[in-house]
Protein backbone atom coordinates (compact mmCIF):
# COMPACT_ATOMS: atom_id res chain seq x y z
CA UNK A 1 0.00 0.00 0.00
CA UNK A 2 2.83 2.50 0.97
CA UNK A 3 6.03 2.90 -1.29
CA UNK A 4 8.29 3.69 1.42
CA UNK A 5 11.00 4.49 -1.03
CA UNK A 6 9.05 6.85 -3.15
CA UNK A 7 9.69 11.03 -2.89
CA UNK A 8 5.73 11.44 -1.70
CA UNK A 9 6.24 11.50 2.33
CA UNK A 10 4.55 8.81 4.15
CA UNK A 11 1.84 10.76 5.48
CA UNK A 12 1.03 11.81 2.40
CA UNK A 13 0.61 8.55 0.73
CA UNK A 14 -1.63 7.58 4.17
CA UNK A 15 -3.58 10.92 3.20
CA UNK A 16 -3.84 9.99 -0.51
CA UNK A 17 -4.94 6.16 0.70
CA UNK A 18 -7.62 7.55 3.18
CA UNK A 19 -9.15 9.82 0.71
CA UNK A 20 -9.18 7.13 -2.36
CA UNK A 21 -10.88 4.83 0.26
CA UNK A 22 -13.61 7.14 1.02
CA UNK A 23 -14.06 8.49 -2.47
CA UNK A 24 -14.73 4.93 -3.25
CA UNK A 25 -17.40 4.64 -0.30
CA UNK A 26 -15.25 1.84 1.96
CA UNK A 27 -15.93 4.63 4.76
CA UNK A 28 -19.21 6.17 3.60
CA UNK A 29 -20.21 9.84 5.42
CA UNK A 30 -20.61 10.03 9.00
CA UNK A 31 -18.85 6.76 9.36
CA UNK A 32 -15.81 6.13 11.65
CA UNK A 33 -12.48 5.10 10.13
CA UNK A 34 -10.20 2.69 11.78
CA UNK A 35 -8.76 4.33 14.79
CA UNK A 36 -4.76 6.14 14.65
CA UNK A 37 -3.79 2.64 16.63
CA UNK A 38 -5.28 0.58 13.79
CA UNK A 39 -3.76 2.28 10.98
CA UNK A 40 -0.38 2.55 12.51
CA UNK A 41 -0.58 -1.22 12.62
CA UNK A 42 -2.19 -1.18 9.21
CA UNK A 43 0.64 0.59 7.67
CA UNK A 44 3.20 -0.52 9.95
CA UNK A 45 4.59 3.52 10.56
CA UNK A 46 4.89 5.59 13.60
CA UNK A 47 1.70 7.12 15.65
CA UNK A 48 2.59 10.01 14.96
CA UNK A 49 3.28 9.79 11.20
CA UNK A 50 -0.32 8.38 11.87
CA UNK A 51 -1.85 11.40 13.17
CA UNK A 52 0.01 14.13 10.70
CA UNK A 53 -2.55 12.41 8.22
CA UNK A 54 -5.38 12.58 9.69
CA UNK A 55 -4.91 15.97 10.75
CA UNK A 56 -4.46 17.00 7.60
CA UNK A 57 -7.68 15.75 6.38
CA UNK A 58 -9.34 17.11 9.45
CA UNK A 59 -8.09 20.68 7.88
CA UNK A 60 -8.97 20.00 4.55
CA UNK A 61 -12.59 19.25 5.63
CA UNK A 62 -12.56 14.88 4.92
CA UNK A 63 -12.85 13.96 8.35
CA UNK A 64 -13.76 15.32 11.93
CA UNK A 65 -13.17 14.23 15.41
CA UNK A 66 -15.49 13.39 18.06
CA UNK A 67 -14.06 13.45 21.57
CA UNK A 68 -13.84 10.51 22.95
CA UNK A 69 -15.33 8.56 19.90
CA UNK A 70 -13.10 8.76 17.34
CA UNK A 71 -12.64 10.27 13.51
CA UNK A 72 -15.36 10.35 11.26
CA UNK A 73 -15.61 10.70 7.11
CA UNK A 74 -17.20 14.40 6.92
CA UNK A 75 -20.39 15.56 5.12
CA UNK A 76 -19.59 16.47 1.10
CA UNK A 77 -19.14 20.79 0.80
CA UNK A 78 -22.01 22.28 -0.68
CA UNK A 79 -21.43 23.66 -3.81
CA UNK A 80 -22.87 27.38 -4.31
CA UNK A 81 -22.52 28.85 -7.65
CA UNK A 82 -21.74 32.27 -7.74
CA UNK A 83 -23.11 32.88 -10.84
CA UNK A 84 -26.85 33.29 -10.61
CA UNK A 85 -29.01 35.34 -8.56
CA UNK A 86 -30.79 32.87 -6.34
CA UNK A 87 -32.19 33.01 -2.89
CA UNK A 88 -31.26 30.27 -0.25
CA UNK A 89 -34.54 28.46 -0.80
CA UNK A 90 -34.29 28.39 -4.55
CA UNK A 91 -30.17 26.74 -3.90
CA UNK A 92 -31.80 24.33 -1.42
CA UNK A 93 -34.59 22.70 -2.94
CA UNK A 94 -31.83 22.81 -6.41
CA UNK A 95 -29.94 20.07 -4.47
CA UNK A 96 -32.64 18.19 -2.83
CA UNK A 97 -32.55 19.50 0.68
CA UNK A 98 -35.49 21.06 2.66
CA UNK A 99 -34.96 24.59 3.53
CA UNK A 100 -35.01 25.81 7.19
CA UNK A 101 -35.13 29.13 8.64
CA UNK A 102 -34.75 30.52 12.02
CA UNK A 103 -35.93 34.29 12.33
CA UNK A 104 -33.29 35.30 15.19
CA UNK A 105 -34.15 38.79 15.05
CA UNK A 106 -36.30 41.22 13.28
CA UNK A 107 -36.06 45.43 14.26
CA UNK A 108 -36.08 48.43 12.26
CA UNK A 109 -33.43 50.50 12.60
CA UNK A 110 -31.54 53.65 11.34
CA UNK A 111 -28.67 52.42 8.92
CA UNK A 112 -25.04 53.08 10.02
CA UNK A 113 -23.21 55.84 7.22
CA UNK A 114 -21.94 52.70 4.94
CA UNK A 115 -25.50 50.82 5.14
CA UNK A 116 -26.88 54.16 3.72
CA UNK A 117 -24.38 54.58 1.54
CA UNK A 118 -25.01 51.05 0.05
CA UNK A 119 -28.97 50.79 -0.14
CA UNK A 120 -28.84 54.69 -1.25
CA UNK A 121 -30.79 56.30 1.20
CA UNK A 122 -30.52 58.42 4.56
CA UNK A 123 -29.61 57.68 7.40
CA UNK A 124 -32.63 59.26 8.76
CA UNK A 125 -34.74 56.51 6.55
CA UNK A 126 -35.72 52.96 8.55
CA UNK A 127 -34.74 49.85 7.15
CA UNK A 128 -36.20 46.49 8.40
CA UNK A 129 -32.56 44.40 10.18
CA UNK A 130 -33.64 40.76 9.91
CA UNK A 131 -31.51 37.90 11.54
CA UNK A 132 -31.77 34.81 9.86
CA UNK A 133 -30.29 31.41 10.26
CA UNK A 134 -30.66 28.97 6.98
CA UNK A 135 -30.89 25.73 7.43
CA UNK A 136 -30.44 22.60 5.27
CA UNK A 137 -32.49 19.78 6.66
CA UNK A 138 -31.52 20.21 10.12
CA UNK A 139 -27.89 21.55 9.90
CA UNK A 140 -27.07 25.27 10.01
CA UNK A 141 -24.87 26.49 6.70
CA UNK A 142 -25.30 30.04 6.64
CA UNK A 143 -26.59 33.29 9.32
CA UNK A 144 -28.13 36.02 7.20
CA UNK A 145 -28.21 39.64 8.17
CA UNK A 146 -30.32 41.37 5.64
CA UNK A 147 -31.00 45.07 5.74
CA UNK A 148 -34.06 46.36 3.34
CA UNK A 149 -35.61 49.70 3.42
CA UNK A 150 -38.99 50.00 5.18
CA UNK A 151 -40.56 52.41 2.19
CA UNK A 152 -39.90 49.34 0.03
CA UNK A 153 -41.05 46.60 2.21
CA UNK A 154 -43.64 48.48 4.56
CA UNK A 155 -45.97 45.28 4.86
CA UNK A 156 -42.81 42.79 5.83
CA UNK A 157 -43.42 40.45 8.84
CA UNK A 158 -41.93 38.36 10.62
CA UNK A 159 -44.31 35.56 9.12
CA UNK A 160 -43.09 36.34 5.63
CA UNK A 161 -39.66 36.14 6.82
CA UNK A 162 -40.16 32.24 8.17
CA UNK A 163 -40.46 31.60 4.30
CA UNK A 164 -38.29 33.23 1.44
CA UNK A 165 -37.87 36.56 1.16
CA UNK A 166 -37.53 36.66 -2.57
CA UNK A 167 -40.55 34.85 -2.99
CA UNK A 168 -42.41 37.52 -0.86
CA UNK A 169 -40.67 40.25 -2.96
CA UNK A 170 -41.48 38.44 -6.51
CA UNK A 171 -44.96 36.56 -5.71
CA UNK A 172 -46.67 39.29 -2.52
CA UNK A 173 -45.17 42.52 -3.92
CA UNK A 174 -44.76 41.73 -7.34
CA UNK A 175 -41.41 42.94 -7.22
CA UNK A 176 -38.91 42.24 -10.23
CA UNK A 177 -35.20 41.33 -8.57
CA UNK A 178 -32.70 42.70 -11.32
CA UNK A 179 -29.09 41.80 -10.42
CA UNK A 180 -26.65 42.36 -6.99
CA UNK A 181 -23.00 42.80 -6.20
CA UNK A 182 -21.60 40.59 -4.04
CA UNK A 183 -17.78 41.12 -2.16
CA UNK A 184 -16.15 37.88 -0.64
CA UNK A 185 -13.65 37.25 2.13
CA UNK A 186 -12.47 35.03 4.53
CA UNK A 187 -12.55 35.14 8.25
CA UNK A 188 -12.77 33.67 11.60
CA UNK A 189 -16.40 32.91 13.26
CA UNK A 190 -17.48 35.38 16.00
CA UNK A 191 -18.54 33.40 19.25
CA UNK A 192 -22.09 34.24 18.53
CA UNK A 193 -21.93 33.01 15.57
CA UNK A 194 -19.86 29.72 16.00
CA UNK A 195 -23.13 29.03 17.85
CA UNK A 196 -25.83 29.51 16.21
CA UNK A 197 -23.81 27.24 12.91
CA UNK A 198 -23.06 24.80 15.44
CA UNK A 199 -19.33 24.88 15.37
CA UNK A 200 -16.13 24.67 17.50
CA UNK A 201 -14.06 27.65 17.52
CA UNK A 202 -11.82 28.65 15.92
CA UNK A 203 -14.15 27.98 12.60
CA UNK A 204 -13.03 29.65 9.36
CA UNK A 205 -15.99 30.59 7.50
CA UNK A 206 -16.67 32.75 4.09
CA UNK A 207 -18.44 36.56 4.28
CA UNK A 208 -20.14 37.46 1.32
CA UNK A 209 -21.95 40.52 1.12
CA UNK A 210 -24.89 40.83 -0.97
CA UNK A 211 -26.35 44.25 -2.66
CA UNK A 212 -29.42 43.82 -4.31
CA UNK A 213 -31.77 46.03 -6.83
CA UNK A 214 -34.70 45.75 -8.58
CA UNK A 215 -34.73 45.94 -12.32
CA UNK A 216 -35.55 49.26 -12.07
CA UNK A 217 -32.29 49.86 -10.22
CA UNK A 218 -33.87 50.38 -6.69
CA UNK A 219 -31.67 48.75 -3.74
CA UNK A 220 -33.43 46.34 -2.04
CA UNK A 221 -31.57 45.06 0.04
CA UNK A 222 -27.77 44.86 1.74
CA UNK A 223 -27.45 41.05 3.00
CA UNK A 224 -24.06 40.25 4.95
CA UNK A 225 -24.07 36.46 5.18
CA UNK A 226 -21.58 33.87 7.22
CA UNK A 227 -21.17 31.02 5.62
CA UNK A 228 -19.52 27.57 7.01
CA UNK A 229 -16.00 27.40 5.44
CA UNK A 230 -16.50 23.45 6.75
CA UNK A 231 -19.80 22.85 4.60
CA UNK A 232 -19.26 25.20 1.62
CA UNK A 233 -17.28 25.22 -1.80
CA UNK A 234 -18.49 28.39 -3.99
CA UNK A 235 -18.47 27.74 -7.80
CA UNK A 236 -17.87 30.21 -10.57
CA UNK A 237 -17.81 29.93 -14.34
CA UNK A 238 -15.66 31.97 -16.02
CA UNK A 239 -14.88 32.44 -19.83
CA UNK A 240 -12.21 33.91 -21.72
C1 LIG B 1 -29.38 34.33 -0.40
C2 LIG B 1 -28.78 35.71 -0.51
C3 LIG B 1 -29.52 36.77 0.19
C4 LIG B 1 -31.01 36.68 0.01
C5 LIG B 1 -31.48 35.27 0.37
C6 LIG B 1 -32.96 35.12 0.14
C7 LIG B 1 -26.30 35.49 -0.61
C8 LIG B 1 -25.04 35.99 -0.11
N1 LIG B 1 -27.43 35.84 -0.01
O1 LIG B 1 -28.96 33.66 0.73
O2 LIG B 1 -29.09 38.00 -0.33
O3 LIG B 1 -31.67 37.62 0.83
O4 LIG B 1 -30.80 34.32 -0.43
O5 LIG B 1 -33.30 33.81 0.46
O6 LIG B 1 -26.30 34.76 -1.53
P1 LIG B 1 -34.80 33.36 0.71
O7 LIG B 1 -35.60 33.82 -0.45
O8 LIG B 1 -34.73 31.89 0.85
O9 LIG B 1 -35.25 34.04 1.98
Known sequence: MLDKQSAIPIYVQIEDYLKEQIAQGVYPVKSLIPSERELTDMFGVSRMTVRQSLTNLVKDGLLYREKGRGTFVAEEKMEQPLNGLTSFTEDMKERGFVPGTKLISFSQVHPDPQLSTRLGISSEALVHKVVRIRYADDTPMAIERSYLPVELFPTLSEEALQ????AFIEKQEKLVIGQATQRMEAALAKTEDAGYLHISLPAA????ERVSALDDGRIF??????????RYKFISEIGR
Do not use: K, N, Q
Open 163 to 166: GSLY
Open 205 to 208: VVLI
Open 221 to 230: EVVRSTYRAD
